[in-house]
């Protein structure tokens, strides 16, 4: 165990290590969010169709919760990873460059540390909001969001938490736009970190970063705004 635990602490002690774990763990995050996206989506098609898109991931629950164990775990390895990489890449700069990139720097931390702890926020909130449904109580004694066939009735729960609560729309949308920031740069940086980057795929891999970024924002925006529109119904 000690020769094996040897290799992977240095690893993960050096600059590469940390760049690769938070390459791959953004990967997975990418993955998820999309096909995410593409199951709320369903909610478009009607109540049976989100609830009974909804009952089949309840049915696997094992699966799920192994599938949420993983994913909130390449989340904190990933923001945990990402913050110390900071902190190395930073201790590692010269001091004659120090002093030209401090107003720079400063202002580029505050803004991520903000945008940071809103996100972290909007991840903790969701899960409690629709996951468990603790933040507004929708496993009410009298059933009301259960449909005629007795599976959680996603769709009323959705539409109602959206359309009837504007503060948790606008806090999603906000939320979705800092995401997607992030996105629209870590989406290029993890193919830089994998090795993929040339002068001629550069522009592409950039393009194909904002365009993934700009298709979940929309994506996930669409919902709480049909909502409040009364689209949704």
């Not at 169709?49 to 696997?60: D, F, P, T, V």
């Not at 996951?131 to 996603?154: F, L, W």
């Given at each position: 165990?000690?020769?094996?635990?040897?290799?992977?602490?240095?690893?993960?002690?050096?600059?590469?290590?940390?760049?690769?774990?938070?390459?791959?763990?953004?990967?997975?995050?990418?993955?998820?969010?999309?096909?995410?996206?593409?199951?709320?989506?369903?909610?478009?098609?009607?109540?049976?169709?989100?609830?009974?898109?909804?009952?089949?991931?309840?049915?696997?629950?094992?699966?799920?919760?192994?599938?949420?164990?993983?994913?909130?775990?390449?989340?904190?390895?990933?923001?945990v990873t990402t913050i110390l990489?900071?902190?190395?890449?930073?201790?590692?700069?010269?001091?004659?460059?120090?002093?030209?990139?401090?107003?720079?720097?400063?202002?580029?931390?505050?803004?991520?540390?903000?945008?940071?702890?809103?996100?972290?926020?909007?991840?903790?909130?969701?899960?409690?909001?629709?996951?468990?449904?603790?933040?507004?109580?929708?496993?009410?004694?009298?059933?009301?969001?259960?449909?005629?066939?007795?599976?959680?009735?996603?769709?009323?729960?959705?539409?109602?938490?959206?359309?009837?609560?504007?503060?948790?729309?606008?806090?999603?949308?906000?939320?979705?736009?800092?995401?997607?920031?992030?996105?629209?740069?870590?989406?290029?940086?993890?193919?830089?970190?994998?090795?993929?980057?040339?002068?001629?795929?550069w522009p592409l891999i950039q393009?194909?970063?904002?365009?993934?970024?700009?298709?979940?924002?929309?994506?996930?925006?669409?919902?709480?705004?049909?909502?409040?529109?009364?689209?949704?119904?």
């Amino acid at each position: 165990m000690k020769s094996l635990l040897g290799p992977i602490t240095a690893f993960y002690a050096s600059s590469i290590g940390k760049k690769i774990i938070v390459a791959v763990t953004g990967l997975a995050l990418l993955g998820f969010l999309f096909g995410h996206m593409v199951g709320n989506l369903k909610i478009f098609l009607g109540p049976e169709k989100i609830n009974s898109y909804a009952a089949w991931l309840h049915s696997m629950p094992g699966l799920l919760w192994l599938a949420r164990i993983g994913l909130l775990g390449a989340f904190g390895l990933h923001v945990v990873t990402t913050i110390l990489l900071v902190i190395q890449n930073r201790a590692a700069r010269a001091e004659r460059y120090e002093c030209n990139k401090t107003v720079q720097a400063s202002a580029s931390s505050r803004i991520m540390m903000i945008s940071g702890i809103i996100i972290l926020t909007f991840v903790v909130f969701h899960i409690l909001h629709f996951t468990i449904g603790v933040a507004s109580g929708y496993y009410d004694p009298n059933g009301e969001y259960y449909d005629a066939n007795g599976r959680h009735d996603v769709y009323k729960m959705v539409v109602h938490s959206f359309g009837q609560v504007p503060l948790i729309s606008i806090y999603y949308i906000l939320s979705m736009a800092l995401l997607c920031s992030h996105l629209s740069h870590g989406f290029s940086s993890v193919f830089q970190t994998i090795g993929l980057r040339t002068e001629r795929s550069w522009p592409l891999i950039q393009a194909a970063g904002y365009g993934y970024a700009a298709l979940i924002f929309i994506g996930n925006i669409s919902i709480p705004i049909a909502a409040m529109l009364g689209w949704l119904k």
